[in-house]
Nanobody, 114 residues
Framework: QVQFVESGGGLVQPGGSLRLSCAAS????????MSWYRQAPGKERELVAT??????NYADSVKGRYIISRDNAKNTVYLQMNSLKAEDTAVYYC?????????WGQGTQGTVSS
């Protein structure tokens, strides 16, 4: 079955960095675009970044600070987050595009605080 396991979150000071990983299984990883989303307390889940074959796209709020990448041999997608701000605090999720029957992973918490 389709599964996503996110990891790499933690507590970091403003201006710091985190690198998130998402291990995917249950489908042919290389055939799908992959995205990272985040959900802050009291807010809707939002799309942060997407990677397709040879192209990437970012939300305006993270452009120039975040980098999405993937390793098709490891069925893993990454999110390098730099110059972090308090407003980046959220639970981060990955998913394929299109999604599969509403399946999501447990997410990984990233907290930016001094």
């Amino acid at each position: 079955q389709v599964q996503f396991v996110e990891s790499g979150g933690g507590l970091v000071q403003p201006g710091g960095s985190l690198r998130l990983s998402c291990a995917a299984s249950g489908f042919t990883f290389g055939l799908y675009s992959m995205s990272w989303y985040r959900q802050a307390p009291g807010k809707e889940r939002e799309l942060v970044a997407t990677i397709a074959s040879g192209s990437t796209n970012y939300a305006d709020s993270v452009k120039g600070r975040y980098i999405i990448s993937r390793d098709n041999a490891k069925n893993t997608v990454y999110l390098q987050m730099n110059s972090l701000k308090a407003e980046d605090t959220a639970v981060y999720y990955c998913n394929r595009r299109p999604g599969h029957q509403g399946v999501w992973g447990q997410g990984t918490q990233g907290t930016v605080s001094s």
